[in-house]
């Protein structure tokens, strides 16, 4: 009696708890088309070199686009007992054409296989995210130019520190994403090289045609050692890494939608369709996709975690360990895109409310910097600047008055160098025109660092 798929070797079935605990089938089912892809590269490098009959090759490729029609309509059978999608597709192919499909392994295991498929799977996702990446930068850039003139509080240590456009502010996070593309499109180098011909580890004795597998795979070579081809997934670990960090850039972005959408901030509304209501307190909208998003970044950072320890202990070549870098690299890929997706469209979205980001600027006293600056220009060096402007500070907090409301004699009791000139820089409008540095927050700076990143990402 047969007890399973591998050979006569087995004296005994597996129980079916540890057939459930070795099964991978129910999740890297999705890599079902790479699989394929690979497959059908693999069978037409052995009929070019002449391992493969050509007729096996037609077998197998007819067969493989019944298999992928099956799939895709849901006909498809997948089974546990075979284990993963690599061996539920080869026994439907051999289902199908007989021996041209036994005939396919020739020359590869499934060590190769794998990592092949995750690969060329992974390779399409990095693609997705960083059109998602794109879309995200463009609708920042749409608020960010709308909003270039507007004047919120700068924050340190999250208190008020000077004033800043709000555009600007937004510009904030298109350097990080666009990092964050860049991190993608580097990874993609990386990801995007053959193991197939590694074999099970060793190599084989079959006179295989890497270069031109990977050829046809558009990809950008051949990894070139067949123990680390089949086992490392730093490529895996160093895509969610990179993956992790937009989350941390989402996360920063979603803890500030938090903040100004609270009744003590007031800065923004998000649209409806993002919010929330209680069930017991009729007056609540609650920002729950960005509380989701700073929450979702903390399971992709769990997930890093989680692949970087599974490969630490691993010695070469091959372990069964490395299945485990499936669900965790497929989370953080659906969790990214989707939070990506949304991000986009609600930012798109954001009601803007420039009059109590100015209040809050003016309470917090956000252009007493400028005062100083004033006075050094005046001839005062900048120490004792400081310490004049914090005397003046105090004394208009004592009245509960912004440093522009105090008087010009006011002002002068603090320093007879100041001038009616001087309630240019107190305004908050001014302060922001003066920052007119190089990736400073005045408006110009804002349109034309707007203009660079269209530029840098061409037409929408
Ligand atoms: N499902 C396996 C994985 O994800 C495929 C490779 C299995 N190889 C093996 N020798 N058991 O890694």
């Known amino acids: 009696k047969k007890s399973q798929g591998w050979s006569a070797l087995f004296s005994e079935p597996m129980s079916e708890l540890v057939q459930r605990y070795t099964a991978s089938v129910d999740f890297d089912r999705r890599m079902w088309r790479a699989d394929i892809d690979g497959s059908l590269a693999h069978a037409r490098m052995l009929a070019h070199v002449g391992i493969l009959p050509k007729d096996d090759l037609a077998a197998i490729e007819r067969g493989m686009a019944q298999i992928a029609a099956e799939i895709e309509s849901g006909a498809f059978e997948w089974k546990l007992a075979l284990e993963d999608v690599h061996l539920n597709i080869e026994a439907r192919l051999t289902q199908l054409v007989g021996d041209a499909g036994k005939r396919l392994h020739t020359g590869r295991s499934r060590n190769d296989q794998v990592a092949t498929d995750i690969r060329l799977w992974l390779r399409g996702e990095i693609d997705a995210i960083t059109e998602l990446l794109v879309g995200l930068q463009r609708s920042l850039l749409d608020v960010a130019e709308k909003n270039a003139d507007v004047v919120m509080p700068g924050y340190t240590h999250l208190q008020v520190a000077q004033p800043v456009s709000f555009g600007h502010h937004l510009l904030a996070y298109v350097e990080m994403f666009s990092r964050d593309a860049a991190r993608m499109a580097d990874v993609r180098h990386r990801v995007n090289q053959l193991p197939l011909g590694a074999a099970a580890l060793a190599g084989t004795s079959y006179p295989l045609d890497r270069e031109m597998v990977a050829r046809s795979l558009g990809m950008e070579g051949v990894c070139q050692n067949s123990l680390d081809a089949v086992s490392d997934r730093d490529f895996a670990i160093e895509f969610t890494a990179a993956a992790s960090l937009a989350m941390v850039h989402i996360s920063r972005l979603s803890e500030e939608l938090v903040l100004w959408m609270s009744q003590n901030f007031g800065y923004i509304a998000l649209p409806d369709r993002f919010t929330t209501g209680s069930s017991i307190m009729p007056q609540k909208k609650n920002p729950d996709v960005p509380e989701l998003a700073r929450g979702k970044a903390g399971r992709v950072v769990g997930h890093l975690m989680g692949l970087i320890t599974l490969m630490k202990g691993q010695p070469l070549a091959y372990n069964k360990d490395n299945q485990e870098d499936k669900e965790p690299l497929f989370d953080t ?128």
């Open 333 to 460: 890929v659906d969790t990214l895109k989707d939070t990506l997706r949304i991000f986009a469209e609600m930012m798109a979205g954001i009601e803007v409310r420039p009059a109590a980001m100015e209040a809050a600027a003016r309470r917090g006293y956000a252009t007493a910097t400028d005062l100083a600056d004033y006075l050094v220009k005046k001839g005062l060096p900048f120490r004792d600047a400081h310490e004049t402007v914090a005397h003046a500070v105090k004394a208009a907090a004592a009245q509960g008055l912004d440093l522009s409301e105090l008087p010009l004699e006011t002002l002068r009791q603090f320093n007879p160098a100041i001038h009616e000139d001087v309630y240019d820089v107190l305004s908050l409008h001014g302060s922001l025109h003066a920052r007119g540095t190089l990736g400073g927050t005045a408006p110009v700076q804002v349109r034309a660092q707007v203009a660079r990143h269209r530029e840098r990402l061409g037409p929408a």
